[in-house]
């Protein structure tokens, strides 16, 4: 091992280091024992497991209980029907308490300096440049405005029946969408309100 | 063909501009210069007819007395007293619709605030909420956005991004809106407002003008039209879903209703004046929402709001869509505010709403149903990113803004600062280029006269003589023939003393119509409008026969001492003469020196 770690040392040209000398002086004779793998491995520092609440522990210890009271708050934000019976609603509450230490769990982990992740996108300094919208991106719609008026003048938009066009092409025609309307009068949607409900 | 049978042949055609059906005459002495004509119109004026100058006088001292009886300088006494007390704050979010082609994440037609584009008509899949539809964001709609915003003064954020404000409405098809809630695209503006503009003395604090603060701008999806059908239904309209809007939140640094509901109108005419929003309130292109709270003076309150700490608790009133509704609105939740503070509540922070013709505004949300809208990133849009070379591209062309039009028409063309404001809003500038194109066609005509008297000449006729035609023939600026050339002609002829003012009058009406393509020169020679100046002498004859058939008048001037009298003898003299004789001025001379005689 001595003679196997003397080229190394040499090729790295630092100060050997003390651990590895040590090693080395202590077991100059004999080769020193690899890294035992298994012995690291044997024991887990971190399970699956711990995402889901474990059975044993009964729900009230766990940090986050949620009321009756704030599950009909978060169905009404929702637009979600209210639960039919008691038993519908242990079981929301059971799955939503889940649901929540799952999410403790993940924001546990440190994220200080990190800024939270809005889409995969290229945010590297070319891929910036290439999303920025400059005089270029414009062109097309500074050509479609007029300046009007001699003395006083005037920017105006010049007004067409045209469509419009996106970035990357003319959107494809959907056809009438009130083929999709399940009740309507004329050309309009029709809803009916009926009594105001909350917000 | 005598000149005298020509003129009497086309005047014959002018009575039809003055009894058409839906045209009604004042219950006062029809235009004078009808009667001259010795046309009778199809009804005589009533007997008991007020002459108009002697009506408005009425109705002015009618409204002193009633003034001075004192039942309203009691009321206004109590008001200020309690104003002198509390001190209103207010903030102002207004909702502006872009002037853009194509919506704000679909490339389907944007409609504008008047079309009459058939009801859901120009939806396209990402607008009606289609599963799986994707935003995709217009370029061509950040052009009127970066103009609001540079001409607001804002600095323009290179890097912004979208996000999610959700709840649940029929209007709103995702269930979401589209809006830049943590990163918006401009921010820290102004706007400067003057006492010209609406602001009131007090608020001024001596200043010439007053700094409102913009707080941010920024840019989002408008909802769909609904239309309510009783009892319940409710008819939807996706044509303006995902319409480009921008959203200007103000600093809480307004004071008055007066200044609040003159900032909404000064922020509608930057806006337009910049071609970002060209469809104004009244059609529903500009909404207002305000956030009114008040505190005593030289107390400190708990509430904070945009950064500006110290205020009381405010309440928000939602959708006001006219200036009258956000000034009347605001006086109306100021005095809900101090009452209730005076009888010692508190203040709810509430959503309230107002409609037109109510006296106080009507709770709409409490803070309990206080609507949770889970702002978050969109995922689906790229943040938005926006040049340099562009935000200055824009700046260098930006048009001319308002306030710097009004005081270049002052200082150039010598025209009041009422006439100038009026003419530069007028017609969408229109008014105003033709004024100029007027004014440098005069120049060559009369060289002698300085540069700011044909301004003023100008100004005074494009305005008011103009304005006054139009609106006697039931005109709109789009349908007037007389083109600048006409008008310099007439103005030129006048002001050298060829014709008379009334001539000018007539030569209006003769240039508007379609069928004569002489110009105006001609005109005047082809039906003799030349001024035959009279001699003194037929001057004094005339006013002498006057006199004569007059023995009352003239006793009124001479004993009685009635100096108005002597320009009804002027009057007289005018619908006397020949047509293109009389001048007002030297008439007045004439008579005045008899009289005194």
Not at chain 2, 265 to 284: F, I, P, Y
Not at chain 2, 508 to 532: A, K, M
Not at chain 2, 534 to 542: F, V
Request: hydrophobic share 35%; aromatic share 6%.
């Amino acid at each position: 091992m001595a003679l196997q770690c003397l080229p190394l040392r040499s090729a790295l040209r630092c100060r050997p280091i003390p651990s590895l000398r040590r090693q080395t002086a202590r077991f100059a004779s004999t080769t020193p024992s690899p890294i035992d793998v298994a012995a690291l491995l044997s024991k887990p520092t971190w399970s699956v497991a711990s995402l889901l609440p474990s059975t044993s522990s009964s729900p009230s210890t766990s940090s986050t209980t949620i009321t009756s009271k704030q599950l009909h708050h978060l169905l009404r934000l929702s637009a979600l029907p209210p639960p039919s019976s008691p038993a519908e609603e242990s079981s929301l509450l059971a799955s939503l308490s889940q649901h929540l230490h799952f999410v403790d769990e993940i924001q546990n982990i440190d994220t200080t300096g990190v800024d939270p992740l809005q889409g995969l996108r290229d945010e590297t300094k070319q891929g910036e440049r290439e999303q920025e919208l400059g005089l270029e991106a414009l062109r097309e719609a500074l050509g479609r405005e007029k300046v009007v008026g001699r003395y006083h003048r005037r920017i105006r938009r010049v007004r067409d029946a045209g469509k419009g066009e996106g970035r990357e092409g003319v959107e494809e025609d959907m056809g009438d969408v009130m083929g999709m309307a399940g009740k309507q009068v004329g050309r309009f949607f029709v809803v009916e309100g009926g009594k105001k409900e909350g917000g | 063909m005598s000149v005298p049978s020509v003129r009497l042949r086309s005047l014959k055609a002018l009575p039809a501009l003055y009894t058409r059906p839906g045209y009604t005459t004042r219950p006062c002495y029809v235009s004078k210069w009808l009667q001259s004509r010795g046309l009778q119109v199809s009804t005589a004026p009533p007997p008991n007819a007020v002459p108009l100058r002697k009506h408005l006088k009425d109705e002015a001292k009618r409204k002193k007395a009633d003034a001075k009886a004192g039942t309203g300088l009691r009321r206004d006494n109590a008001v200020t007293a309690r104003l002198q007390k509390w001190e209103l704050t207010v903030g102002i979010e207004v909702h502006a619709e872009l002037n853009s082609a194509c919506k704000l994440f679909s490339s389907a037609t944007a409609a504008s605030g008047d079309s009459t584009a058939v009801p859901n008509s120009n939806v396209a899949a990402f607008d009606a909420a289609l599963p799986g539809a994707q935003p995709q964001f217009q370029v061509a709609t950040l052009l009127p956005a970066l103009r609001a915003a540079v001409a607001l003064g804002c600095d323009i954020q290179r890097k912004s991004g979208w996000d999610r404000k959700h709840y649940f409405h029929w209007d709103q098809p995702n269930g979401y809106q589209i809006t830049q809630y943590y990163q918006p695209f401009a921010k820290d503006g102004a706007i400067r407002l003057s006492a010209e503009d609406g602001v009131p003395e007090e608020d001024l604090l001596g200043g010439r003008s007053l700094l409102i603060g913009i707080k941010q701008i920024q840019m989002e999806q408008d909802t769909a039209k609904t239309t309510h059908h009783p009892p319940s239904s409710y008819h939807i309209d996706y044509n303006r879903s995902g319409h480009p809007l921008i959203e200007i939140i103000t600093l809480p640094h307004i004071h008055s209703p007066q200044t609040a509901a003159a900032v909404v109108r000064k922020l509608q005419s930057v806006l337009k004046a910049v071609d970002a929003c060209t469809t104004g309130m009244e059609l529903g292109g500009l909404r207002a929402d305000v956030n009114v709270s008040v505190r005593q003076r030289g107390t400190i309150g708990s509430s904070s709001y945009s950064g500006v700490a110290g205020l009381g608790q405010r309440t928000e009133i939602k959708n006001l869509s006219s200036f009258k509704a956000v000034e009347d609105a605001i006086v109306a939740e100021r005095d809900r505010q101090i009452s209730v503070l005076e009888a010692g509540g508190i203040i709810a922070g509430e959503t309230r709403g107002w409609s037109l013709g109510s006296t106080e505004t009507t709770r709409l949300r409490g803070k309990e149903g206080e609507v949770d809208y889970r702002y978050m990133p969109d995922a689906d849009l790229p943040p938005l990113i926006i040049g340099n070379d562009l935000i200055d591209h824009l700046r260098d062309r930006l048009p001319e803004l308002p306030d710097t039009t009004v005081e270049r028409v002052q200082r150039e063309y010598g025209v009041t600062e009422k006439d100038a404001r009026t003419i530069v809003a007028l017609d969408d500038g229109d008014r105003l280029e033709y004024m100029e194109a007027t004014v440098e066609l005069l120049q060559p005509r009369l060289l002698d006269v300085d540069d700011l008297k044909l301004g003023k000449l100008a100004g005074n006729w494009v305005l008011h003589e103009l304005g006054g035609f139009l609106t006697a023939n039931n005109l709109c600026w789009s349908d007037l023939k007389i083109y600048p050339i006409d008008l310099a002609d007439i103005i030129a002829y006048l002001t050298r003393g060829e014709i008379t003012s009334r001539t000018a009058k007539q030569l209006l009406e003769y240039s508007n119509d379609d069928s004569t393509s002489r110009r105006v020169g001609d005109l005047i020679y082809d039906l003799g409008l030349l001024l035959r100046p009279l001699s003194d002498d037929e001057y004094t004859e005339l006013a002498r026969t006057i006199m004569d058939e007059n023995p009352g008048m003239v006793a009124a001037v001479k004993e009685k001492g009635q100096k108005g009298k002597i320009m009804w003898f002027v009057g007289q003299m005018v619908r006397r003469g020949e047509e293109g004789t009389i001048e007002p001025g030297k008439a007045k001379e004439v008579v005045e020196r008899m009289l005194a005689e």
